[in-house]
Each structure stands twice: as structure tokens, then as C-alpha cells.
């Protein structure tokens, strides 16, 4: 089983629309939870850092956490056509030496 | 543009060739970390250097080796590479070891080995 899985997509929407993006993983230790938005030919930028259970929200954006379930997600709401690109979800057990997940690719449709 | 910059952007090389990718940051950050970034692959983390010292080798092949100067500098000296070595060269940087503003990364270097 890999420690961290998400679903690579592509994920299409139309502009608009609430996006649900998620990972599991397996590793009980995670408790330092990150997201980050990648956009073709450029490096990943940090979007939500999250410790522990729980909710965080910055603008359009909201992070989810469910430790019981390993199991967080990522929504974005009012989706924009500039909100397409990759996103990865990263975790830690020690807010060191995050591991990654392969990332889903979304698509907003104007 | 971002506090991290990475040159060169696209790197050609032949498997007998070797050549450098440098990485900077000018954010004061005293972790620096290189990424190997393949297409559907998670980010595959290839070395840790905290106030330039070598905290983790993620048991890289030692035709790649790193150099770090300085907090502000990071290299990766690349020789004899495989065609499966080709892939996005993610140089990162981070406050400390342990973060809790994540990681800033640079563009990337996107490598291609003939």
C-alpha cells in the first residue's frame, strides 16, 4: 500500500463549482498536513498547512482533516479557470520530512 | 517571481556528460532540499542540508551528488545519468528542518537525458 494516495484525475468542472480534492494515507503518525498548487512549468507553492483533526479555511479555500478515518481533503469553492493545475497533498509524522502524494490534476471550464 | 531560483531551467545532457544545477534562496532559510519530481509520481526527496550540512541522503544513486556552500547556495553535480533520470528537478528551502510555513520551491530544472 503506498503512504499516501490521491486520485491523479484529470478533474473537470465548469467555473463555479465546489471542488472536493482528497488523499488517504496509512501511516496513523501523520499529524502535520500541507497543500500545495502546482501549475505547468513552475514549482509548487504552499496553498494550507493544517496540524492535527479539524478544519482550516483561507478565502476559497478550506482543509479538512479526519485522523480517524486518514483521510483529508482540500475544497475550493466559487472554482476558477486560474484555480487549474496540479494539486499534492503532503503529510508528516514530525513537521519534518514531508512526504507527498502524487497529486490530482484539475481543470475549471470558463 | 519566487524566493527560490533555479537555473538551468531545460538541461539536455548525453549519459557520458556532466553538468551542474544550481539552486538560490535569499530568504534567509537555513534547510535546503532537493526533489525529484517524475510524471504521476509523488515528489521523490533526494537530499536534506540544514545550515549546509548533508542531513539526509534518501539512498540516491551516487552519480548524483549534491554541494552546498552556504545556506544560500545548493548544487547537484549530475554524471554518467540514465534516460531514467529524466524528470523535474525540484530544488526546495524551509526556516528549519521542522516547518511550520512549509516548504518554498523553486521552478525546477526539467532534465533530459539522451
Known amino acids: 500500500q503506498k503512504e499516501v494516495e490521491q486520485d491523479p484525475g484529470p478533474l473537470s468542472v465548469p467555473e463555479g463549482a465546489i471542488v472536493s480534492l482528497n488523499c488517504t494515507y496509512s501511516?496513523?503518525?501523520?499529524?502535520?498536513f500541507m497543500w500545495y498548487r502546482q501549475y505547468s512549468r513552475k514549482g509548487p507553492e504552499l496553498l494550507m498547512y493544517t496540524y492535527s483533526s479539524g478544519n482550516k479555511e483561507d478565502g476559497r479555500f478550506t482543509a479538512q482533516v479526519d485522523k480517524s478515518s486518514k483521510y483529508i481533503s482540500l475544497f475550493i469553492r466559487d472554482s476558477q479557470p486560474s484555480d487549474s493545475a496540479t494539486y499534492l497533498c503532503a503529510m508528516s509524522g514530525n513537521g519534518q520530512n514531508f512526504v507527498f502524494g502524487p497529486g490530482t490534476r484539475l481543470s475549471v471550464l470558463p | 517571481e519566487t524566493g527560490v531560483t533555479q537555473t538551468p531551467r531545460h538541461l539536455v545532457m548525453g549519459m557520458t556528460n556532466k553538468k551542474s544545477l544550481k539552486c538560490e534562496q535569499h530568504l534567509g532559510h537555513n534547510a535546503m532540499y532537493w526533489y525529484k519530481q517524475s510524471a504521476k509520481k509523488p515528489l521523490e526527496l533526494m537530499f536534506v542540508?540544514?545550515?549546509?550540512?548533508?542531513?539526509e541522503n534518501n539512498s540516491v544513486p551516487s552519480r548524483f551528488s549534491p554541494e552546498c556552500p552556504n545556506s544560500s547556495h545548493l548544487f547537484l553535480h549530475l554524471h554518467t545519468l540514465q534516460p531514467e533520470d529524466s524528470a523535474l528537478y525540484l530544488c526546495?528551502?524551509?526556516?528549519?528542518?521542522?516547518?511550520?510555513?512549509?516548504?518554498?520551491f523553486g521552478s525546477g530544472t526539467r532534465l533530459t537525458v539522451v
Open positions: 526546495a528551502s524551509s526556516q528549519d528542518l521542522q516547518t511550520s510555513y512549509g516548504y518554498t
Open positions: 501511516n496513523s503518525a501523520f499529524q502535520y
Open positions: 542540508y540544514n545550515f549546509k550540512e548533508q542531513t
